[in-house]
């Protein structure tokens, strides 16, 4: 099993703060993606990164795959609290007949204070 | 187009009984996936069906067991429940070639 370690586990923070979640593992995988789940809801896909290197933004969130691709990262700029939430990180085998099954980090609990 | 529908919502049951959910996926998507989500394990794969057939499992014992109808719509039964088995049931959908999981809003179960 490839696993995901997410850290940190849990941020509380003063909104207009900026802040970096992290998605580690020992593994090589051919791609990672990030999903935001807010309480009473499942996880909702933020984005895929496929290439060593990449870097994504999605408004005030940007993303980024390492270059050796067993990491990767999140950071979001001047937090409001309706980023709060959980964060997880996710590894899908795609292109095979293994579509289905994602492995997911433990997930990091983002607090953002008004 | 609609997104994936999880019955019901909420579910108490108590120990011993059995239990099943339902998953009604977006029209079209062929994989459906099962996960299990609690505060000490996260989200932990279950197992995945494609064109009624199961085409992955995790590591969770026999009592968890599933299906997938011809209409892709698919049903998660839980044998002999135990209090450890009170979590948020979700399932996701896809498309054969997506690489985006499409999940419902989940079951919660509470097994007393």
């Known amino acids: 099993t490839q696993l995901l370690e997410q850290s940190p586990q849990f941020l509380s923070i003063q909104e207009g703060e900026n802040l970096t979640v992290y998605c580690n593992s020992s593994s090589v995988f051919s791609s990672l993606q990030w999903y935001r789940q807010e309480p009473g809801e499942g996880p909702v896909l933020l984005v895929t990164v496929v290439t060593g290197g990449e870097v994504k933004k999605l408004k005030r969130l940007t993303f980024q795959f390492g270059d050796a691709r067993k990491d990767s990262s999140l950071h979001i700029t001047a937090a409001q609290p309706g980023d709060t939430g959980l964060y997880l990180c996710?590894?899908?085998?795609?292109?095979?007949?293994?579509?289905?099954?994602?492995?997911f980090g433990q997930g990091t609990t983002l607090q953002v204070k008004p | 187009k609609a997104g994936v529908t999880q019955t019901p919502r909420y579910l108490i049951k108590t120990r011993g009984q059995q239990v099943t959910l339902s998953c009604s996926p977006i029209s079209g998507h062929r994989s459906v996936s099962w996960y299990q989500q609690t505060p000490g394990q996260g989200l932990q794969f279950l197992f995945e069906y494609f064109s009624e057939t199961q085409r992955n499992k995790g590591n969770f014992p026999g009592r968890f067991s599933g299906r997938q109808f011809s209409n892709s719509r698919s049903e998660m039964n839980v044998s002999t429940l135990e209090l450890g088995d009170s979590a948020l049931y979700l399932c996701?959908?896809?498309?054969?070639?997506?690489?985006?999981?499409?999940f419902g809003q989940g079951t919660r179960l509470t097994v007393v």
């Open positions: 996710a590894h899908g085998i795609h292109g095979s007949s293994n579509t289905g099954k994602l492995i």
């Open positions: 996701a959908s896809s498309s054969f070639r997506g690489t985006e999981a499409f």
